[in-house]
């Protein structure tokens, strides 16, 4: 699901280096601690080489398989050897009890790369995890939600692409990798975190715009009323940030229909944090931006847990690792 950058990528589209190298700057000054989980990977090698060469994090490999050549200076972690296995197992069996785990299987559990990944940072042992590029996103949604849960205030894990243009705009739509048919309290939730994202990553205050196919009761629908009801949730909750809803994506994003369609909006027109109503339209939404519209997508950008834990689409690149890892060290607190 995720997008693509690579270095053809960036000498086409100038402005979107920009962003990427904003991102790598910001990230460049937090010296956090960022965790890969495969140190098998070739491409996670590279990254993990350009990260450390060019201070952007301190890296930590966790070993898995056969024995490879790391890059010097790093630090590479074997779970099975790790002198913290037995505290990370005692933590997630903890957590798990309930289910019926015992203390055994859990020792198993916490030994493969992406539970030990995820358990350094559930123990503060580190500051973020990059992973997926050899899992699903299942199997890295699932280890960080068992070991490191759902950050207060959030009901679900959702994501978000960071779309960067030409023209240097950058914008941000969520969900378009998780979620398949969110709850109006789920919506709420995800455009809170969205705002959130959009701000931590590029700077700019967000104008949230809820999107439907309605603008303001002009269609009348069980999905209109969702979404309706998503934007009474984020009032509720003391969010400061400028949201409205329902929009459609023309009165969002072109100032003069959004000054028709909901005149006194502050958000119609002005919108750059986009919150779709479902996934269907989200992914087909992100990949028309991205196809037609001659946009970047940087992401999925994973939020919602307590600590970040990023995955990565099984077809990226080692730039795509550098970047999501830049990402992770600008969302750790």
Not at 139 to 165: H, Y
Not at 318 to 325: F, K, L, P, Q
Request: charged content about 20%; some cysteine.
């Amino acid at each position: 699901m995720g997008g693509t950058l690579n270095r053809n990528t960036f000498n086409f589209y100038a402005p979107v280096m920009d962003f990427i190298q904003s991102i790598r700057e910001k990230a460049q000054n937090t010296s956090k601690k960022i965790v890969l989980p495969r140190s098998s990977d070739s491409r996670v090698l590279k990254a993990a080489q350009f990260l450390h060469q060019n201070n952007l994090c301190e890296v930590i490999l966790i070993r898995n398989g056969e024995d490879v050549d790391i890059p010097k200076g790093i630090e590479v972690i074997d779970p099975h050897k790790s002198a913290s296995l037995d505290v990370y197992a005692d933590l997630f069996f903890e957590k798990r009890k309930h289910k019926g785990i015992t203390q055994e299987q859990a020792k198993n559990v916490v030994t493969d790369p992406l539970f030990f990944a995820a358990s350094m940072l559930a123990a503060n042992d580190a500051d973020g995890v990059v992973a997926g590029s050899v899992s699903t996103t299942g199997d890295v949604l699932r280890a960080a939600i068992q070991t490191i849960g759902l950050k207060p205030g959030s009901n679900v894990v959702s994501s978000v692409f960071i779309m960067s243009f030409k023209d240097g705009k950058v914008l941000t739509f969520g969900d378009c990798a998780v979620v398949p048919y969110p709850t109006s309290e789920q919506l709420a939730t995800i455009a809170i975190d969205s705002a959130q994202t959009h701000h931590s990553l590029t700077g700019q205050d967000p104008k949230v715009a809820l999107l439907s196919f309605s603008t303001k009761g002009s269609a009348s629908h069980e999905q209109v009323d969702l979404v309706q009801k998503a934007l009474e949730h984020v009032k509720n909750s003391g969010s400061d940030f400028d949201i409205d809803g329902e929009l459609q994506f023309d009165a969002a994003f072109v100032e003069n229909i959004g000054a028709k369609k909901a005149p006194g909006s502050k958000v119609a027109g002005k919108a750059n944090v986009f919150i779709f109503p479902n996934l269907d339209a989200g992914n087909i939404g992100y990949k028309i931006t991205e196809r037609l519209g001659g946009a970047v997508a940087t992401g999925p950008v994973i939020q919602g847990l307590a600590k970040p834990m990023m995955d990565l689409s099984r077809g990226c690149s080692w730039e795509d690792i550098v970047n999501t890892s830049c990402v992770a060290a600008l969302m750790s607190k």
